[in-house]
């Protein structure tokens, strides 16, 4: 009775702070700034516009602010923290106020937040910025956006509303605002050849456990056909899972629920490996290798992140709603599933699933989805083809850009793309980068190009896209990380101001310009670490 109290109360607050309609015709629906996706660089979009004047609204199609920060995804991939400033560093300066954290750590800032804490900060951003947020406002899939003279006029929601505005953003993890208006894009994997990139296409096999289960049948998603070859592109897009909150605390546990959809054949490979791990290190030792990464995030949490299901998710970046609602639930299935067979299946040590079952899903997260995250974790869906493609070279050696809105410094982060049989019968996966430069230099900063967030301009004049930006395969693993979609969401946010109040093109602003605006709202453009020679020895990320 409690947790549905307290659903209430969320949803009432969200409903007071935000000005939200859930499906009520609206009026006067003429904004400077239209923001499509209330992830959190569409929030930090909003606040960036909102802050220099504009009149910004945000459709989100779902039913909370954050995307994947307030969806599950606590455990930040930072990489360098002397990159993140601006209003993303702000976020995260007023988590580590919340937690009070200046009077237990040395920089007092809450890298790690909970999701629901991140969800309450987010919402006070919004408000005290002005910006209007609707909730359950999704794109009709035909004819939801109105161009004209190449630019777009007004979008259409599947209820009816339609915004106009006079720039949008495209801040959702699809793209779909994007590919609707007729942006061009890419799915999958580029071939080496396209742009010169080492580390694309098709990637080097590893794997050695068998591809068959006890009865001589091939295993649940591994394909009978290898890949390509080495360098070859494809469609192809890596695994996604959900981020789950977990916790030990007995006072905050949901046990592990069984999916409805429940098949322990999907799990074999997940059997073996484990089986060998406790072999090697003991049951109880093994079972805490699951939760990694304690006391990072607060108050007895840890973000799973391991449960990645691999080829479930190729038709999920251009499927059709209908399409993507049936691949969410799949993955619903099997990363419940993945949890409750490590804690219930009987060929497992019974010292091995009393730990597992020692942990549940977080009590006090997500409290209106069952304790489950908001998101499902799309790691890459489209990237736009636009003014300025990010390729490998641009985040690993020629990484100074004439137009810089933000800094990276991530890795490249690419998970599983395939699993297959070959010829021995061995289960093989692919999908890792290789790299060329030191694996010191996976650290080192590069500069995020202005041109990369918009549209060829013989296409749409007047649309941003700070999530799916026009990038490779190869350059979005490193980009694809939530603080660079913060930075970029802000350097939107603030083009797209520029360019109603001078009446231009998104492609026609000064970018120099737009570098001082977000300078003066304490962005950072530059690092002093732009080689390896300026790492002192030993050093490692700040």
């Known amino acids: ?3 549905i109290i307290r659903s209430l109360l969320i949803l009432l607050i969200a409903l007071f702070i935000n000005k939200t309609s859930f499906g009520l015709p609206q009026k006067n629906n003429a904004y400077d700034v239209v923001i499509y996706g209330g992830t959190a660089s569409g929030i930090m979009a909003a606040i960036a516009a909102a802050k220099e004047g504009a009149k910004v609204v945000v459709l989100e199609p779902k039913l909370h602010i954050g995307g994947m920060v307030t969806g599950g995804l606590a455990a930040t991939d930072i990489g360098r923290r002397s990159v993140i400033g601006g209003y993303p560093l702000a976020f995260y300066k007023r988590l580590g106020k919340y937690y009070n954290y200046q009077s237990i750590t040395k920089d007092s800032i809450g890298w790690f937040p909970e999701p629901h804490v ?56 699809e793209g779909d605002l994007m590919a609707f208006a007729g942006v061009s894009y890419i799915v999958g994997r580029e071939a080496q050849s396209q742009y010169n990139e080492y580390s694309a296409g098709v990637r080097d096999a590893f794997g050695s456990q068998s591809a068959y289960d006890d009865n001589g049948k091939l295993l649940p998603g591994v394909q009978t056909q290898a890949p390509g070859p ?23 546990i949901t046990p592990f629920p069984k999916p409805q959809h429940y098949d322990t054949r999907k799990y074999v490979e997940l059997l073996r490996t484990t089986l060998t791990l406790i072999n090697k290190e003991g049951a109880v030792q093994a079972a805490e290798h699951m939760f990694p990464g304690m006391g990072k995030v607060p108050h007895d949490k840890v973000d799973l992140n391991t449960a990645d299901y691999v080829g479930g998710n190729w038709d999920y970046p251009d499927g059709s709603y209908a399409r993507r609602k049936q691949i ?14 490590l804690g219930h299946d009987e060929r497992l040590p019974t010292e091995y699933r009393n730990v597992i079952n020692s942990w549940g899903l977080s009590k006090d997260e997500f409290t209106d989805n069952h304790n489950w995250p908001y998101e499902l974790y799309v790691r890459e869906a489209r990237r736009m083809v636009g003014e300025h493609v990010i390729t490998q070279q641009d985040v690993v050696s020629d990484m100074q850009k004439p137009d810089a809105v933000g800094l990276g410094s991530y890795g490249l982060d690419v998970h599983p793309m395939q699993a297959w049989v070959n010829e021995k019968g061995l289960l093989k996966y ?52 939530e603080p660079q979609y913060m930075i970029l969401g802000q350097a939107a946010g603030t083009a797209a101001y520029l360019a109603f109040k001078q009446q231009k093109s998104v492609q026609d602003i000064d970018s120099k310009e737009l570098a ?11 690092s002093s670490i732009k080689t390896l020679n300026d790492l002192k020895p030993g050093a490692g990320i700040d």
């Not at 969410?328 to 067979?341: I, R």
């Not at 001082?516 to 530059?526: K, N």
Request: net charge positive; aromatic share 10%.
């Open 1 to 3: 009775m409690k947790t």
């Open 118 to 173: 991140a969800e309450l900060v987010l919402n006070q951003m919004i408000k005290e910025a002005g910006v209007t947020v609707y909730f359950q406002k999704r794109l009709k899939e035909k004819g939801g956006v109105k161009i004209k003279d190449g630019k777009i006029t007004s979008i259409v929601m599947e209820n009816g509303d339609e915004f106009a505005g006079k720039v949008f953003i495209d801040a959702t993890y």
């Open 230 to 252: 080495v360098g070859s592109g494809d469609k192809k897009t890596q695994a996604y899972n959900f981020r789950l909150s977990l916790t030990n605390n007995p006072n905050n």
């Open 328 to 341: 969410w639930a799949d993955h619903v299935d099997y990363v419940a599933g993945y949890m409750y067979f």
């Open 430 to 481: 692919e999908g890792r980068p290789q790299r060329t430069e030191p694996e010191r230099m996976k650290h080192i900063p590069y500069q995020i190009p202005y041109r990369a967030l918009t549209p060829k301009k013989s296409e749409v004049k007047n649309l941003l896209v700070p999530v799916c930006m026009s990038a490779s395969h190869v350059a979005y693993s490193t980009l694809r990380m």
């Open 516 to 526: 001082a605006i977000l300078l003066a709202r304490g962005a950072y453009l530059e």
